[in-house]
């Protein structure tokens, strides 16, 4: 099956720095891959996703990158705020409608 | 707004008891599932329905079992507890075609 590893799993940054989460997974059918972010005591919600058919996805300040040769995602947020600062999760699936495996998570703190 | 509630919040039990934790959606999703969330090992799935009569085993289901009373309604049961279960569990939904997961507020579980 899917092995989705996450790194770094925490990362200290100054605000208005940029933050990079990367994930790599191990099933080269995979073709669809969110982002969730877990605020402090808050459920996860899904912040960003990108598809295998693009290499990148811009939203605001935050962007998704995907190498599929190297198979290798990454999460970027540029100009970091304090309320990013909460546990980021990568995940993994093969198609639209199939379950996902999600990387360990990353904790980011923003500092101000 | 339609949205994923989960019964308890929070719960204290002792080693050998039954719990059951529960899960209703006003989503209209076909898809409900488990996930266990301890630190450092991200969201891992426990069980999974496609509908009312589907129920698959995830990656931990040992020592759970789950019940799809309807549509709506997905409930988890530890039919012994024991103190290495003590976790943040989250109920989720997904439509069925779309990958996209709506998590519950999770409930936190403690056994003693």
């Known amino acids: 099956g899917e092995n989705v590893e996450q790194h770094p799993s925490t990362l200290s940054v100054q605000e208005g720095d940029s933050a990079v989460i990367k994930c790599t997974y191990s099933d080269s059918a995979s073709n669809y891959f969110p982002w969730y972010k877990q605020e402090l005591g808050k459920r996860p919600q899904l912040i960003i996703d990108i598809r295998s058919n693009v290499g990148e996805k811009k939203d605001q300040r935050i962007a998704v990158t995907l190498n599929k040769t190297a198979k290798h995602f990454s999460l970027h947020i540029t100009e970091t705020q304090p309320e990013d600062s909460a546990v980021y999760f990568c995940?993994?699936?093969?198609?639209?409608?199939?379950?996902?495996?999600f990387g360990g998570g990353t904790r980011l703190m923003v500092k101000p | 707004d339609a949205d994923v509630t989960q019964t308890p919040r929070n719960r204290i039990t002792k080693t050998g008891k039954r719990i059951m934790l529960e899960c209703s959606q006003t989503k209209g999703h076909d898809r409900m599932y488990w996930y266990r969330q301890d630190p450092g090992l991200g969201l891992r799935l426990i069980y999974y329905s496609f509908d009312v009569k589907d129920i698959n085993k995830g990656e931990i289901s040992d020592g759970y079992s789950v019940s799809r009373q309807a549509q709506a309604k997905f409930s988890l049961s530890l039919e012994s507890a024991i103190p290495n279960q003590t976790a943040l569990y989250f109920c989720a939904t997904s439509d069925s075609d779309d990958s996209v997961l709506f998590f519950g507020s999770g409930t936190q579980l403690s056994v003693l």
């Open positions: 995940a993994a699936s093969w198609d639209a409608g199939n379950m996902l495996t």
